[in-house]
Nanobody, 126 residues
Framework: QVRLVESGGGLVQPGGSLRLSCATS????????IGWFRQAPGKEREGVAC????????FYKESVQGRFTVSVDKAKNTAYLQMSSLYPEDTAVYYC???????????????????WGKGTLVTVSS
């Protein structure tokens, strides 16, 4: 069964960096998309970044473009979200998600994915 486990969250000062990891298991296909989503207190969940191992496509939410980088290390069965120049408004629970339906990365960020982790909290504060 598909399993996603996030780690790497914590408290970071504004302007700082953090790398989130998503350990994956149970994948039955080498072709999949990995997405990162976040939900801030009192707000709806939003898509942050998504990448596909099928075609290498990547898409980012506009407000994180140039600051966040999503990647997948297939050998380690791990996906990453490297975050830099963090703002207090980046504070949220961050979720890793996966899907095997070969839809576009932009579609996944808008409509969600089939498999989800439980999330890791990122707090950006001085």
């Amino acid at each position: 069964q598909v399993r996603l486990v996030e780690s790497g969250g914590g408290l970071v000062q504004p302007g700082g960096s953090l790398r989130l990891s998503c350990a994956t298991s149970g994948f039955t296909s080498p072709y999949y998309a990995i997405g990162w989503f976040r939900q801030a207190p009192g707000k709806e969940r939003e898509g942050v970044a998504c990448t596909s191992t099928s075609d290498g496509s990547v898409f980012y939410k506009e407000s994180v473009q140039g600051r966040f980088t999503v990647s997948v290390d297939k050998a380690k069965n791990t996906a990453y979200l490297q975050m830099s120049s963090l703002y207090p408004e980046d504070t949220a629970v961050y979720y890793c998600a996966a899907d095997f339906d070969n839809k576009s990365v932009r579609y996944y960020l808008l409509y969600g994915m089939d498999y989800w982790g439980k999330g890791t909290l990122v707090t950006v504060s001085s």
